[in-house]
């Protein structure tokens, strides 16, 4: 029986010529991430280890982003733990003030993670590196100190649900649609446990920016790990960010899949997600009249540099409308050097907008940006959980770059093209 | 072993911020974490809860964030065991490696209340209604998990093997 994309790349990383769904294995891994939040945790679970140091200096990424530059004592205290661990373990890839970004735009960005790659990460979106044709999962912090402390990890080989993508992309519609309209589509727990891979002729028309939204919000499908195939558009990313060797794994032909779904790109339109499940989906054609206080454009999800061209496209010559507050965060140091030479910046904070140092901040409900009682915001984020931006009376609509763009210049939900 | 308490009962996708919400997780003492366990779903949680007490919900229970404050809050608040129809991923290999008792049981699932009495056979998987009388067959875990589950934990079951 065949394997899928997913299956193969787990049946090399356990040195087995063959893995069927439903299967336990251990894998050997490429790379173990955590953050800010959950390396603290990890750190403190290696220390009952009856095992010193860590498998591998290199192959350890810690990147102080979600609560940074540090908004309290607590989370400067999380920092200081996590950059000792550092220090006394000669991690390289450490990355803090100055050099972070939000965790799944940097490491594709700095070459840590490529085709072939097995990585876990105590966040859980970590899925995002199989736009790069990785399998790539998120963990909790016990298994990341596992990992950091033997190199390998226990999975449960998935099956898979495959996604037919077919066409082209309208304007101003882009990744973050075609992942809604999927979760809105099959749940969030539409792909539970499973491995959500892609494949069609219309993923060459997706930006490299586009996957990685994509496989980004594979885990609010409930999905395992999603994963796209390793196209020339793929490998001249690599290239471009990383020195290593890459190993590309493609389906089997005869693998077999749990389901299978055929998606018309050029039939999507825009989409947002009401609360508070990122499956409340509708078009924008069938929002209604909704007004919102705050727009939020950033995180792994959408803080990418064509998110911020589109959201500029929008902006250009425009105001944010009174009564609402946009903030804008790129996802990296390279992105906001970038959008700065672009002129991007300026057209922000001429319409507006203010723009950040790259944080995670409000996308959890941490800083910059919390939500008031009865608030409503338009957000590039990933969740729109109760509570999840502040107050739990507080509304989150998930959407696009140049959705959120454009309902900040009207102050409701708008189309881009109003 | 078994565990043995009244039931909080909740519904569909109780994802982890409402379980944890990320405003308290610049900590991560259990006591702390314990003090804020459901607090965006369920404010009386905590003054309610007692040790032993059990959590039952509908499908994708845990789904979200991989945040594992969101299983020690539960584990510290003195919750025994969460049954639910179905749980998100991470959450489900977070419990097991912080060794939070879990089980899969669509039919306890929809025949346990809020505030039954019930208990859990850890060893035959059997879950008791004390209330209505009426008992439910939970999922069995494979054998590799069950290997973790009674070294209490991931690292004691790596330990353990070197």
Redesign the interface.
Known sequence: MGMTMTQKILAAAAGLPEVKAGQLIEADLDLVLGNDITAPVAIHEMDKFTAEGVFHKDKIALVMDHFVPNKDIKSAQHCKCVREFACKHEISNYFDVGEMGIEHALLPEKGLTVAGDVIIGADSHTCTYGALGAFSTGVGSTDMAAGMATGKAWFKVPSAIKFNLTGKLSKWVSGKDVILHIIGMIGVDGALYKSMEFTGDGISSLSMDDRFTIANMAIEAGGKNGIFPVDEAAVSYMKEHSKREFKVYEADEDAVYDQEYTIDLSALKPTVAFPHLPENTKTIDEVGEIEIQQVVIGSCTNGRLEDLRTAAKVLEGKKVKKGVRCIIIPATQRIYLEAMEEGLLRTFIEAGAIVSTPTCGPCLGGYMGILAEGERCVSTTNRNFVGRMGHVESEIYLASPAVAAASAVTGRISAPEE | MKASGTVFKYGD?V?T??II???Y????DPKELAGHCME??DKEFVHNVKQGDLIVAD??FG???????A??AIKASGVSCVIAE?F???FY??AI??GLPIIECPEAARGIENGDEVEVDFDSGVITNKTKGTSFQGQAF?E?MQKIIRAE????Y??QK?
């Open positions: 996708n994802d911020d409402v919400p990320a405003r997780l610049n900590s991560s965006d779903i499908k994708n789904c979200g964030s991989s945040r594992e404050h299983p020690i179905t998100a991923r991470i290999r977070n490696n912080i494979p590799f934990g991931l690292v004691n790596i330990n070197e």
